[in-house]
C-alpha cells in the first residue's frame, strides 16, 4: 500500500482490503465480457445468485449496450400495428 501511495497520495487515505480487490477485479471481469459461470468459479462462488451482485451493470456497461441498439426499420416507415386500421380502432376504444 505504502508503494502505491507514492505513486497515487490520495491512497494514504483509504482502507483496501483483499475484498475490494476481489470486488474491482469481479466487476472489471464482466465489463470485459467474461461470462458469468466463469468469474462464479473463479472466486470460489457455489452459488450463481452470489456471483450475480458483480454483474450489476456499472454505467459504462450501459453504454456499451445502447451503443449496440439500432433503432428498428419497417417497412412503409411505420409499424404494422399502424398501418391497421381496425388495431387502430380497437385501440381507441380503449
Known amino acids: 500500500m505504502k508503494a502505491a501511495a507514492e505513486t497515487m497520495p490520495t491512497l494514504r487515505a483509504k482502507h483496501v482490503t483483499p475484498h475490494a480487490f476481489r470486488h474491482a477485479t ?9 461470462d ?3 468469474i462464479r468459479s473463479w472466486l ?6 452470489t456471483t450475480n451482485h458483480y454483474a450489476r451493470a456499472n454505467l459504462e456497461t450501459k453504454r456499451k449496450a445502447l451503443e449496440k441498439v439500432t ?6 416507415g411505420q409499424p404494422s400495428w399502424k398501418r391497421n386500421a381496425s388495431v387502430l380502432a380497437w385501440l381507441d376504444t380503449l
Not at 469481479?26 to 467474461?34: C, N, R, T
Not at 433503432?71 to 412503409?76: D, K
Open 71 to 76: 433503432a428498428p426499420t419497417t417497412p412503409g
Open 26 to 34: 469481479a466487476v472489471h471481469l464482466i465489463s470485459a465480457g467474461v
Open 44 to 49: 470460489g462462488h457455489v452459488s450463481l445468485d
Open 36 to 38: 458469468v459461470t466463469v
